[in-house]
């Protein structure tokens, strides 16, 4: 139905930077709200950011605030995740996920990509 599939991560040193890319597919995607999540091993998924796609506006959890930029192509279909000055702690595999509303928890979103890892250096 609706297809995201994460691309970008690798691994990186404190202080580098990466930028994630999330293309979306599918007859039905219509989206209102694109966000990304990661997960740590032994830690529950947490919210990372959001943009609404006719808007622009954004929303990021604290941990990323003035680091990490989310962005959209919407001729691509595509979000993306611009990240700046990675510290260790950004270590987890990140997921992209849409919604046809707003949305910030987990469980009001309707997609999930397959994630992809960020590994950030000491």
């Known amino acids: 139905q609706v297809q995201l599939v994460e691309s970008g991560g690798g691994l990186v040193q404190a202080g580098g930077s990466l930028r994630l890319s999330c293309a979306a597919s599918?007859?039905?995607?219509?989206?209102?709200?694109m966000g990304w999540f990661r997960q740590a091993p032994g830690k529950e998924r947490e919210f990372v950011a959001r943009i609404a796609w006719s808007t622009l506006n954004t929303y990021y959890d604290d941990s990323v605030k003035g680091r990490f930029t989310i962005s959209r192509d919407n001729a691509k279909n595509t979000v993306y995740l611009q990240m700046n000055r990675l510290k260790p702690e950004d270590t987890a595999v990140y997921y992209c996920a849409t919604s046809r509303g707003p949305a910030f928890t987990r469980d009001e979103y309707d997609y999930w990509g397959q994630g992809t890892q960020v590994t950030v250096s000491s």
């Open positions: 599918g007859r039905t995607f219509s989206p209102y709200t």
